[in-house]
């Protein structure tokens, strides 16, 4: 999920891309602007350049009042995106992300000690989630025993891979934690994060046997039902897929884990 910065500045590029855009076409417009005039229930078009009344277009010449709508739309779209863009233009030049937490974080370590910061510092906050206690979903005896790096049992080897580049990377997680969905019970996602940005959860759900037909209908059962409950997928869902010659690909998972969670 990208912070209010990032997004301040793709606002402003698209808003520059369409500048150049209406800028180009403005060039070749032909002088002067359209007037519309209804007559017994027909539009006329006139074309004014040195009068107010204009000259009459006749229906031949239907692409001269065609050029003049477009003249007169764009300078209208020029001159808002314009506004937008001077306005984001001066928003993003003062304005950093975490300024608020970043006072606090450059108080002396002795003052920290005398102040109550006004909201949780990202690593208060991580901490207090990590404090959590939960109770993940339950193994079946019969189910082969899969540990990962960090001591944890997991469900499968794509699990076991995940939990491990989470792990080396330095992202803290916490595997089968439950959440309830509404019209649905108790699931546990597969993983579930804290994002750095939000400081809400991310959830992230490996389905690993799509080829398989009565699990792939249980996946796009379940995906559906977190949409319902407003969790939707590449805002606060991550899914991973894969099938039998379909294999996790990692190269995914770090554009992933770059995209939300970093």
């Not at 339950?138 to 076991?160: L, M, N, P, Q």
């Amino acid at each position: 999920m990208k912070d209010l910065q990032t997004l301040l500045l793709e606002e402003q590029a698209y808003l520059n891309n369409i500048i150049r855009k209406v800028e180009e076409e403005l060039r070749t417009a032909p002088p002067g602007h359209l007037r519309l005039s209804n007559n017994r229930k027909k539009c006329r078009y006139y074309h004014c350049v040195d009068d107010q009344d204009g000259k009459y277009i006749l229906e031949k010449n239907i692409d001269l009042a065609c050029a003049l709508a477009q003249k007169s739309y764009n300078l209208s779209v020029l001159k808002k995106a314009k506004q937008r863009s001077n306005q984001i233009n001066k928003i993003a030049k003062d304005y950093a992300n975490n300024e608020i937490e970043e006072l606090y974080n450059a108080l002396h370590k002795d003052r920290k000690k005398l102040v109550h910061p006004v909201s949780l510092t990202w690593e208060q906050a991580l901490a207090q989630w990590e404090e959590e206690e939960y109770t993940g979903k339950a193994f079946a005896e019969d189910t082969a025993v899969i540990i990962t790096e960090k001591g944890e049992r997991v469900r499968s080897k794509s699990e076991k891979i995940l939990a491990d580049y989470f792990y080396h990377i330095g992202i803290p997680y916490k595997y089968e934690k439950p959440l309830h969905l509404k019209g649905y019970g108790t699931v546990y996602p597969d993983f579930t994060f804290l994002s750095p940005k939000t400081r809400k959860e991310i959830y992230w759900e490996h389905d690993g046997r799509m080829d398989d037909p009565v699990y792939a209908r249980n996946a796009v059962k379940k995906i559906n039902t977190y949409i319902r409950n407003g969790i939707y997928p590449g805002e606060n869902l991550i899914i991973t897929y894969e099938t039998t010659h379909d294999v996790l690909d990692m190269r995914v998972v770090e554009k992933m884990v770059k995209e939300y969670l970093i």
